[in-house]
């Protein structure tokens, strides 16, 4: 029986993991935390790996705060690229195998068709060039690795857009969203599900890099009307361009994630982003 390490545990996608694993008997986990391992401190991460002797580690740690990061750059690189060169460092080492994920924020967002893995990156923010760093850092590792970059990540776990929106409707609130940066949004289960399989069967290190998402892409305004429709809502929402948000750190217009490469290899299709949300807000009723 394999064993495999989650690091991030606490993070949304770390707490996707926990859901899809739970009750999993094909493999051994144990999930850390930034408390249990700070990746970006070597030494204590040789430790903390050194006793748990895991065959795959899925990192799941990352500094997401993309507006903060422009602020606090050396905080962001600490997490997105130190610990990822660290964690290939150790990787080496004792012989694991390692799983990281990256974002559609390495892209300036100037195609106007979806982007493939080849597609060249260029990251407005630094947020998205210290997870363009971590990638770097992680395909100069000698063992078995590969990164998988997704884009607006949703799911009942850690802070999200879908879970605050719904709040905010659930309680009336009036909304403004913008309408102008199109994506295809990834609900974090259905990443996890896929990659657990893909590891039970061998086959997810055929290639060092893949996009995940769901498919369809709308705009984020389109996301929360969708919200709206589902939980019944009549709260207003209404449509801005993202300039009007005086947000910190650029963000991409258009960073649509081409997603052939890990649907030949798991031979499945993706499915739609709207039935993934639908599962989502079922869950979070039936939790919240």
Known sequence: MKTLVITGA???LGQCFRHVLAGNTKF???YSTKLDCDLSQLEATTKHLQALQPDIVINCAAYTQVDAAEANPQQAANVNVLGVENLVQVAEKLGFSIVHFSTDYVFDGKQTTPYDETA????????GQTKLNGETALFKATTPHCCI????VFSPFGKNFVKTIRHKLLHQEALQVVNDQYARPTYGIDLAQKVVQLLQNNSLMTHPLYHFANSGETSWFGLAQHIATKLGSEAPITAIPTSSLKNTAPRPKYSVLAT?????IGNFSQRVWEAALDDCLKLLDETH
Do not use: D, F, M, N
């Open 28 to 30: 051994k986990v144990h």
């Open 10 to 12: 606490q993070g949304q």
């Open 149 to 152: 970059r997704s884009s607006w």
């Open 120 to 127: 060249p990156t260029r990251a407005l923010s630094v947020y």
């Open 260 to 264: 052939e490469r890990i649907e030949k």
